[in-house]
């Protein structure tokens, strides 16, 4: 069974420009993250979903992110538009919600670069 | 604010054991896990303790005191292998939410 796959795994851009992060998570989960990962905050919860449906997105940090999951299979997280301080390695991650509690599978990440 | 403090490094010597402490402070709690994350890779579900006590899962063992809000996970038999970073993570809620500490770097020498 695949995991849950992230796409682009490495991204370099200008700031200013748009940037799109894409997952697609463990089928048969119920609940998708959006996580973000930088050595000075360590791993922080921005957005996670319910059967396709934003439940908590108090971490998303300003306006310039989005998110959204317009099917069980795939969700998206916009950035516009991007800062060098967003910089960060953007990890996606699927849970099933009943049967194994605090357990998350993560996809490899995509790694952003802002210049 | 949430809260969850563990050391930022350990370091420790292959074939020893090491404990690495987690205590939190959360508006809701279900339970704790923790994860492995080798550097350049993803975070990797090891345990996940929703009762008082000591859970085994191999060379791994993980412990909560939910009166002490405190934890820890155990690694025996150290291996080179372990060496990674390990997250402590509180499920706040029914719904899955999780929110994790900084992350303990574990070093381990031969």
């Known amino acids: 069974d695949a995991g849950v796959i992230q796409s682009p795994r490495h991204e370099v851009t200008e700031m200013g420009q748009e940037v799109t992060l894409r997952c697609k998570p463990i089928s048969g989960h119920d609940y998708l993250f959006w996580y973000r990962q930088t050595m000075m905050r360590g791993l922080e919860l921005l957005i996670y979903f319910n059967n396709n449906v934003p439940i908590d997105d108090s971490g998303m940090p300003e306006d310039r992110f989005s998110a959204k999951m317009p099917n069980a299979s795939f969700s998206t997280l916009k950035i516009q538009p991007s800062e060098p301080r967003d910089s960060a390695v953007y990890f996606c991650a699927s849970s099933t919600g009943t049967g194994h509690p605090g357990e998350l599978f993560f996809g490899e990440g995509s790694r952003l670069t802002v210049l | 604010g949430q809260s969850l403090e563990q050391p930022s490094e350990v370091t420790a010597v292959e074939g020893a054991i090491v404990q690495i402490n987690c205590t939190y402070q959360?508006?809701?709690?279900?339970?704790l896990s923790w994860y492995q994350q080798h550097d350049g890779g993803a975070p990797t579900f090891l345990s996940y303790?929703?009762?008082?006590g000591l859970e085994e899962t191999g060379r791994f063992s993980s412990f909560l005191s939910r009166s002490d809000s405190y934890g820890y996970l155990l690694l025996q038999e150290l291996q080179m292998k372990d060496s990674a970073s390990y997250f402590c993570?509180?499920?706040?809620?029914?719904?899955?939410?999780?929110?994790f500490g900084k992350g303990t770097r574990l070093h381990i020498l031969p």
């Open positions: 993570a509180v499920l706040m809620n029914r719904d899955d939410k999780i929110i």
């Open positions: 303790n929703a009762l008082d």
């Open positions: 959360t508006s809701g709690f279900y339970g």
